[in-house]
């Protein structure tokens, strides 16, 4: 493999990051690369000429989720690639163990390992069930452990070989724990192999992280945010991008967390359009990055342990429960169902500043849920800030809450995935109000 960063300064504005061939020949052990973006970081090295060992849980076709390891092997084949399908649960060593020394068989040995399976629940600590910690804490943590281990005696012996995890920063801010501390846990624990291996093997195999700054779609996306959601997301081009320029830099470049469109700014992209499903319309933040709206941009501010959680403090307006927004609070609450509650379960806090404005609530959790004017009864998984005429816009379908977002008429603290159901919910609602 040689070494050397990505040649990316000084592309054209329109074009993604373009293949150098440094990967032609290398072999890379990719988890989870039957679909997604692990799919995706393997066709961008395919189209070098390198070997891929699919190492995926999928070898039938899935009743909703697309591609095998099979159909995954042509797609790399086809691109140029060898490929190399392997039924890999990375939660069974023995598995993990067969397909290493399959590839080292077949290939001669391993440059490059990609720890891309992942599991996730969003759900609270009462609500998570056993087998969901369980299965986070396998195929997360321990997988990605037991993967690094049983690649890393070959890895030594290649000339430039990287892990790469697809795992975020280590943000310590609390708001990043309280709505899903399991799956924050387990993807900290991939985060964690980064930090130590990394040290562990300085010299001899580079370790990183990398994460998107915006959401990716994909079929778990799909999943979390209903149909739609796409319009919101990146194409999974972007990690493949970031990745393959991490991966042809040498193995002195280790110990790093990385952002996919940080790194690929740096490396000359211009236009990030091309890699949006839709481009030009307001993207959705990736979790466990702390983004500060304002009118502009988004910008990521700084994270890590040190960072403390920064609560803003809200002047609410004089109570005034009339006029328009006590108007479509009063709407809100007739056109509840319980079928509303039961599909979002959660607990909605708004401080709304202007005519109408102080602090309301819609309770889409307890009971038949309730709607109201101060603080809800219990704890508010979301709040929302904003004016009041942007609120009463909001939820009269004349105001997108993600260009609200975006464009910082709107600053959410709390659960995020909450905050997307909310929105699904708002288009059912705007007929009524």
């Known amino acids: 493999m040689r070494r050397g960063g990505c040649a990316a300064r000084g592309i054209s504005a329109a074009a993604m990051l373009p293949n150098t061939g440094k990967l032609a020949g290398c072999t890379l ?7 997604g973006i692990g ?4 066709l961008k090295a395919a189209k070098d000429g390198a070997n891929i060992v699919i190492a995926a849980k999928t070898a039938e076709p899935h009743p909703t989720l697309p591609g095998t390891i099979y159909t995954a092997a042509e797609e790399i084949e086809a691109a140029g690639g060898k490929a190399l399908p392997c039924v890999v649960n990375v939660r069974e060593e023995e598995q993990i163990i067969s397909a290493v020394e399959k590839a080292v068989k077949t290939f001669g040995g391993i440059d490059i390992l990609v720890n891309n399976a992942s599991a996730i629940s969003l759900t609270g600590t009462l609500e998570t069930a056993t087998k969901k910690v369980n299965l986070m804490m396998d195929v997360n943590v321990r997988g990605t ?6 690649c890393l005696p070959h890895l030594r012996k290649s000339k430039n070989p990287h892990i790469l995890n697809l795992s975020p920063p280590m943000n310590l801010n609390p708001i990043w724990f309280k709505n899903h501390c399991a799956y924050t846990i387990s993807k900290y624990g ?20 990398l994460w998107p700054k915006t959401a990716i779609h994909t079929a778990a996306m799909d999943m979390l945010g209903g149909a739609g959601i796409e319009k919101q997301c990146r194409k999974t081009d972007i990690l493949a991008d970031a990745a393959y320029c991490i991966l042809t830099k040498p193995k002195s470049f280790t110990g790093n967390f990385i952002i996919d469109e940080v790194l690929l700014r740096e490396e000359g992209v211009k236009d990030f359009d091309v890699y949006a499903i839709a481009p030009g319309h307001p993207l959705i933040p990736d979790f ?16 890590g342990a040190a960072q403390a959680l920064k609560e803003e403090k809200t002047e609410s307006a004089p109570a005034k429960p ?29 401080e709304l ?10 309770d889409l959790k307890n009971k038949g849920g309730s709607t109201g004017f101060g603080k809800p009864p219990g704890t508010a998984d979301v709040v929302m800030s904003m004016s009041s005429a942007d609120f009463v816009k909001m939820f009269t379908g004349k105001l997108k809450p993600t260009m609200a977002f975006m464009s910082g008429k709107l600053r959410i603290k709390g659960n995020m995935a909450l905050a997307m159901k909310l929105e699904k919910l708002l288009t059912q609602l705007n007929s009524k109000l």
Do not use: H
């Not at 799919?39 to 393997?42: E, L, V």
């Open 353 to 362: 500043s202007g005519d109408g404005g102080g602090t309301w609530y819609i």
């Open 288 to 303: 466990f990055l702390d983004v500060e709206i304002d009118t502009t941009a988004v910008k990521q501010k700084g994270y």
């Open 29 to 35: 052990f990719i988890t989870g690369a039957s679909r």
């Open 145 to 150: 452990y037991l993967t690094s281990k049983a």
């Open 322 to 350: 009339s006029g328009p927004v006590a108007e479509t609070f009063r709407v809100i609450q007739g056109a509840m169902t319980e079928e509303n509650v039961r599909s979002t379960q959660g607990v909605f806090q708004f």
């Open 190 to 209: 991939m985060s964690m192999c980064v930090l130590g291996m990394a040290e562990e093997f300085r010299g001899e195999v580079a370790v990183n992280a």
């Open 39 to 42: 799919k995706a970081i393997a």
